[in-house]
């Protein structure tokens, strides 16, 4: 693969196509927490960036170095993306619940473990990116994967900023709705990883 404008391009479609879900997740975590400082944003964004741009350079590393190994693993990944994302997503949902009974509005502070599982579970399918580039060098898998963190940051940006102005507006049902939606999020990679 040469330096041109279609590997760019290409690199940015796949960061795009990829943040999909930490997007997504990044909506749930913007509407359970409405009051998120700035600071705590860039680092939820920088969490879902780097693991974008980890896991495909992982999957390249699997492909040249411990292929053999690599497809059993690849069998699991939608089951591993379906509990975490359900046992975070029922977490909040439980506890959003009893919020509501209790009357309380009280908000959900994303904590540095739980951080780590929605970056996990959000970007485990794109290990499989690196079949797509196993086909580059190093030095173009990794200039690929660092677009794909960098799109991911930006776009996991802007979905923490919707879901924190959902957020202020749904007030004690944003947990309830984050929780569902990671929920969805956990099934929705299940399926498209099964078929």
Same mark, same amino acid.
């Given at each position: 693969?040469?330096?041109?404008?279609?590997?760019?391009?290409?690199?940015?479609?796949?960061?795009?196509?990829?943040?999909?879900?930490?997007?997504?997740?990044?909506?749930?975590?913007?509407?359970?927490?409405?009051?998120?400082?700035? /600071?705590?944003?860039?680092?939820?964004?920088?969490?879902?960036?780097?693991?974008?741009?980890?896991?495909?350079?992982?999957?390249?590393?699997?492909?040249?170095?411990?292929? *053999?190994?690599?497809?059993?693993?690849?069998?699991?990944?939608?089951?591993? =993306?379906?509990?975490?994302?359900?046992?975070?997503?029922?977490?909040?949902?439980?506890?959003?619940?009893?919020?509501?009974? *209790? *009357?309380?509005?009280?908000?959900?502070?994303?904590?540095?473990? =739980?951080?780590? $599982?929605?970056?996990?579970?959000?970007?485990?399918?794109?290990?499989?990116?690196?079949? =797509?580039?196993?086909?580059?060098?190093?030095?173009?898998?990794? $200039?690929?994967?660092?677009?794909?963190? $960098?799109?991911?940051?930006?776009?996991?940006?802007?979905?923490?900023?919707?879901?924190?102005?959902?957020? *202020?507006?749904?007030?004690? /049902?944003?947990?309830?709705?984050?929780?569902?939606?990671?929920?969805?999020?956990?099934?929705?990679?299940?399926?498209?990883?099964?078929?």
């Amino acid at each position: 693969m040469n330096w041109s404008i279609i590997f760019f391009f290409n690199s940015i479609l796949l960061g795009v196509g990829l943040a999909m879900d930490a997007f997504s997740v990044s909506i749930a975590n913007g509407l359970t927490e409405p009051g998120m400082r700035k /600071r705590k944003r860039r680092i939820i964004a920088g969490t879902f960036g780097f693991f974008q741009f980890f896991m495909p350079m992982a999957g390249w590393v699997c492909v040249h170095f411990i292929a *053999e190994r690599f497809e059993m693993f690849q069998k699991a990944v939608p089951w591993i =993306a379906l509990v975490l994302l359900l046992f975070i997503g029922g977490k909040m949902l439980i506890e959003g619940i009893r919020n509501r009974q *209790e *009357e309380e509005v009280q908000t959900v502070r994303l904590s540095g473990p =739980a951080l780590l $599982v929605q970056g996990i579970a959000t970007s485990i399918d794109a290990l499989s990116v690196g079949f =797509a580039i196993s086909s580059y060098g190093w030095l173009q898998a990794a $200039v690929c994967a660092l677009i794909i963190g $960098v799109v991911t940051y930006f776009i996991s940006r802007i979905g923490l900023q919707l879901g924190k102005k959902a957020g *202020e507006k749904l007030s004690g /049902r944003a947990e309830i709705l984050g929780g569902c939606i990671l929920i969805f999020i956990g099934i929705e990679i299940f399926i498209r990883g099964v078929l």
